[in-house]
């Protein structure tokens, strides 16, 4: 502030006088000039805010600052974006000191975060935040986008985009999974001339088949494949109720190693088709090795144990694409033991030959890096095997039940843990003069499987 030089302090007080006046009159006519330039209707400073809508762009992890331009890239001129800065500032004033991390990008895990980063977005005066966390996922780089309303709870984009290639390649993946959030939210644009509209081309017309599915790799909820690979050790208990003739045998064993495989395979997952993208099928496959049974005497005996299922599946996603998802199934399962006894002793042992139509449920629950797995099936034999045959009037009906728990690593492995138990439980209607009676029968099968699965 020196409105004098020294200099002039050897003019005349007029002079002075005349600096002094010009000096203040400048100060004054500054701030006017100012107020009615911005006034002016044709002032492009005044028309720009009143036709525009405030986002907060706000980007963690690797290479943040690149990844926040390209989405500022992929932007319409009618959306203002906040100063990074400014936001994070924000998010301090509103609880959160701290990054806000991979707890972002989870449904369940973000619901503590949503209403700081509202209130952040409110302090900025921005109606919707747009939050990327950068994550590298088996080597590939990757933005997961979460978009925040400030008025309300919906996330109208929630997906991993890819970071690879060139950066018109990374704009266009980035572009089209906000594209459709970004019309929504922004004004809509000023009308032109009707002279210079151009004609309405499919060329500009919004595809449906373009819209982002919102797949996430490595999720129940969204996944194409599921496959598993195990070891197993199993039993079988078969006993009678109400035995009164001398020639049933119980039959029993415990620790038998199997070896078990099982894949589900949802074809059209990569796709937005209502229910056709939630429809798979399932099998499994498992079987004993190195099994034998023994007499009373010792006498070892030759025995296979093998069980085939199949079916028709339906997911649920209650939360898509990482939330829990509940699986609707009917198909078949073929079960059999079979004891190559010799002799008399052949008519006597427990074989079975199950085949029976399935229907059930199963659950998978995740819990951060872990999930449960729950599965329960109703099984209606249509074939049960020689045992049943020797009884009057058999009535066989079955129920399988598996629980266990996956450790999830961030490439699709998954290191599980299950067990199951099967329980097929019959009636019988003996008459006079059969050779073998008893009110029916139990025959139970369990075991634990330590597995290695991928899910793509």
């Known amino acids: 502030m020196n409105a004098v030089p020294r200099k002039a302090a050897n003019r005349s007080r007029s002079s002075r006088a005349a600096a002094w006046a010009f000096a203040l009159s400048t100060r004054l006519a500054a701030p006017v000039l100012g107020f009615v330039l911005a ?3 044709g002032s492009a ?3 720009e805010p009143a036709a525009k809508k405030v986002l907060a762009v706000y980007v963690e992890g690797q290479d943040a600052d690149a990844v926040r331009e390209d989405i500022a890239a992929a932007l319409p001129d009618r959306i203002a974006v906040t100063p990074t800065k400014e936001f994070a500032a924000a998010l301090k004033k509103a609880g959160q000191a701290k990054p806000l991390g991979a707890a972002m990008t989870n449904a369940k895990q973000r619901d503590r975060l949503v209403p700081r980063v509202q209130q952040a977005g409110s302090i900025v005066g921005a109606g919707a935040v747009l939050v990327g966390v950068v994550q590298k996922v088996r080597g590939e780089k990757r933005v997961h986008l979460v978009w925040v309303n400030a008025e309300d709870d919906a996330t109208p984009v929630d997906e991993a985009v890819s ?4 950066e018109d390649e990374r704009r266009k993946a980035i572009a089209k999974a906000i594209t459709n959030a970004v019309e929504t939210y922004a004004p809509a644009p000023p009308p032109e001339p009707q002279e210079s509209a151009p004609p309405p081309s ?15 790799r490595h999720q129940a909820g969204s996944s194409i494949v599921s496959a598993e690979v195990g070891f197993e050790l199993g039993g079988r208990v078969f006993t009678y109720s109400d035995g009164i003739s001398g020639n049933l045998r119980r ?4 620790g038998a190693p199997v070896g078990a495989v099982q894949v589900e395979v949802f074809p059209a997952a990569m796709t937005t088709i209502p ?4 429809l798979g099928i399932s099998a499994g496959y ?7 049974s023994a007499t009373e005497g010792g006498e070892p005996v030759s025995t296979v144990y093998q069980r085939i299922t199949a079916a028709l599946k339906y997911r649920i996603p209650l939360s898509r694409p990482t939330g829990p998802v509940i699986g609707v199934l009917g198909g078949v399962r073929w079960q059999t033991f079979a004891i190559d006894a010799p002799g008399a002793l052949g008519d006597q042992v427990a074989n079975v030959d199950y085949l029976a139509i399935r229907a059930g449920v199963d659950g998978w629950i995740p819990i951060g890096p872990v999930a449960a797995i729950l599965g329960f099936e109703w099984l209606e034999p249509l074939t049960t095997g020689a045992v049943y045959d020797r009884f009057s009037g058999p009535k066989v009906h079955g129920i399988t039940a598996a629980a266990g728990l996956a450790v999830r690593f961030a490439s699709g492995l998954q290191i599980r843990l299950t067990g199951h138990y099967d329980r097929f439980f019959s009636d019988f209607d003996p008459v006079l003069g059969d050779a073998y009676v008893a009110g029916g029968a139990l025959d139970q099968y369990f075991g634990v499987r330590l597995g290695l699965a991928y899910m793509d």
């Not at 499919?202 to 449906?208: F, H, I, L, V």
């Open 45 to 47: 400073s005044a028309a």
């Open 286 to 292: 498992a079987r004993a090795f190195g099994l034998q």
């Open 202 to 216: 499919s060329e500009t017309k919004p595809k449906e088949e373009e819209e982002p599915s919102g797949r996430v």
């Open 275 to 278: 229910v056709l993208r939630d």
């Open 163 to 166: 970071l690879k290639g060139s």
């Open 251 to 254: 039959y029993d064993v415990y």
């Open 39 to 41: 006034s002016a209707p």
